[in-house]
Each structure stands twice: as C-alpha cells, then as structure tokens.
Nanobody, 118 residues
Framework: QVQFVESGGGLAQPGGSLRLSCAAS????????MGWYRQASGKQRELVAQ???????NYADSVKGRFTISRDNAKNTVYLQMDTLKVEDTAVYYC????????????WGQGTQVTVSS
C-alpha cells in the first residue's frame, strides 16, 4: 500500500497563487501516471491535472493555462503550482496514481484544503 500526504493548501485571494505538494510513502512516481484531483463541497471528485511517467501533462479545461503539475521522482513528490486562482478553485485537493481518469490505484489521503476568497 502507498500513502499520500498532501500539503500547501490555505487561503488565497482571487488572482493569487498556491503551490501544493504530495509526498508518496513509496517510490512509485516513475511507475505510474500521477494526478491531482479536487472535490468541492457537494460535488464529485474531479481530475484536474496529470503527469505521465515520461513527463507528458494534461489538464482539465477549467485549469488549463493556470495550473502546472510537476514531479520530483527522487523526492517521491508531485507538485501543483496554481496561479491566477479563482473562487471556483475552492476545494479539497488530493493526489493519487491513475489507473484511468476515474479510477486510482490507492486509497485517498487527507487532502489539502484550498480556499479562494476575497
């Protein structure tokens, strides 16, 4: 089993930035496509960004051009740089290893809360 620990969330103003980190308990980043997901209150969890083992990236249309996913295999850590934040980015953010956009390999971590408000 692998555990994920997400951090870096907090309160930001619209237009601001935050950088999230996700540390994996085992060396898996070079094996799996990794993704950042978010779940807003009352909504389903959605995939917002993914990074393949070769470094290719994909983003949900709602965050394209504003969010950047990256990873450091040596540190077993995935990052999400979030710029030009919007109120609608408010959610709990999670990471996991993707099996498909809707299926993941491991249990979810605690997530990190991102709140965008003026």
């Amino acid at each position: 089993q692998v555990q994920f620990v997400e951090s870096g969330g907090g309160l930001a103003q619209p237009g601001g930035s935050l950088r999230l980190s996700c540390a994996a308990s085992r060396t898996i980043l070079s094996i799996y496509t990794m993704g950042w997901y978010r779940q807003a209150s009352g909504k389903q969890r959605e995939l917002v960004a993914q990074i393949g083992t070769g470094g290719s990236t994909n983003y949900a249309d709602s965050v394209k051009g504003r969010f950047t996913i990256s990873r450091d295999n040596a540190k077993n850590t995935v990052y999400l740089q979030m710029d030009t934040l919007k109120v609608e980015d408010t959610a709990v953010y999670y990471c996991n290893a993707l099996m498909s956009p809707t299926l993941v390999y491991y249990s979810w971590g605690q997530g990190t809360q991102v709140t965008v408000s003026s």
